[in-house]
């Protein structure tokens, strides 16, 4: 009898997010050494890309200095302390590796690489509620290498914290419309929705504040449309 060669086993959901999560790193290592060692100008020394995100250095700063609240004057005087929502997140991560490594890019990294991960995962269960696993798999890694996204992956940035709040909102919509949820999961599900919202609030105003409204709005008309 002929054995049939065995077919290469396909990578699951968890290995290719730790293959992400590695390559997110390196490129974050690989953007500060360039400004570390001045081979571009369009990145500082802190790996800041200045060029393509203004915002960076200016965040950074404002993070660094929450960062020493933290850890001079402890927690409740850092809660005290009036700042943005990705500024807080930053300041925490700083205050544990800025000593170490420096207020740069790198002591970042722990907050941009959980909302990296988080994007990628959330991007890949909305796309199961919908597609199939193929379409999935491919909208997922058009996510994970998408250029311009990655470089903001290495930044001091609140973009990651809204897109992260925003796709985890709409994953919870969808699962209401797609699912039939019993009433723990339902008031779980209700609670996470609302905590991504007050995110959204945090890091976005104005415009953006009418568009979660709308989809919302959408949402829940559809919902009783489909309970009716």
Sequence with gaps: MISRPQLPRRPSPSQLLILAAVFQLILTASVYTIGRL???????RNGCITALTPDSPPYLSEAASLSDVLTQMGPLAWLKTPANLHIKLYSVSLALLSRLLGANILSVLPVNL???????????KLGAEVFERRT??????AVALWPSFLLLTTQVLKDLIFITA???????MTWWLTRTLSLLPGLATGIAGGAAAYAISLTRSGFWLVVILAIVLTAACLLFIRQT
């Design 166 to 172: 925003l796709l985890a909102l709409v994953l919870i």
């Design 38 to 44: 001045g081979l571009l100008q369009s990145i500082d």
């Design 114 to 124: 959980v909302c990296y991960i988080s994007i990628l995962w959330l991007t890949f």
């Design 136 to 141: 999935t798999l491919a909208a997922t890694v």
